[in-house]
């Protein structure tokens, strides 16, 4: 029997001064993700490449302001999210399970290092 259900975003803010997105959790954490590390780590296949194919992440060094700041963000079926992005960038989808793993709060910080 597996009752675990992973706790789902609630709602979100977006900080145009720290230019970071906290997301409200069902379970009341609230995690934060710099714009510019979600960006980075856009999954979808022109980013992050795809079959063998590098993506247009991989020739890059450095992004621009608009690639980086954060407009929107839309549900995607109950799974996850995708961040729509001032360039008009919109295929990324951030499941909550990798949202979640990847909260750069204090919290979620040292439990990763510390281990527990
Ligand atoms: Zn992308
Ligand atoms: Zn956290």
């Known amino acids: 029997m597996n009752q675990y259900k992973h706790p789902t975003p609630l709602s979100f803010v977006l900080d145009d001064e720290k230019r970071q997105l ?21 999954p979808c296949a022109w980013c992050a490449g795809e079959g063998g194919q590098p993506g247009m992440l991989q020739n890059k060094t450095s992004l621009s302001i608009e690639e980086t700041t954060l407009v929107n963000i839309e549900p995607v079926g109950r799974y996850g999210l995708t961040p729509i992005w001032e360039d008009g960038h919109h295929t990324g989808i951030f499941t909550y399970e990798k949202l979640r793993a990847s909260c750069e709060c204090q919290q979620c910080q040292d439990k990763r290092y510390f281990g527990k």
Do not use: F, Y
């Open 22 to 42: 906290t997301l409200i959790w069902s379970d009341e954490h609230e995690s934060i993700h710099s714009w510019e590390t979600l960006r980075w780590a856009c």
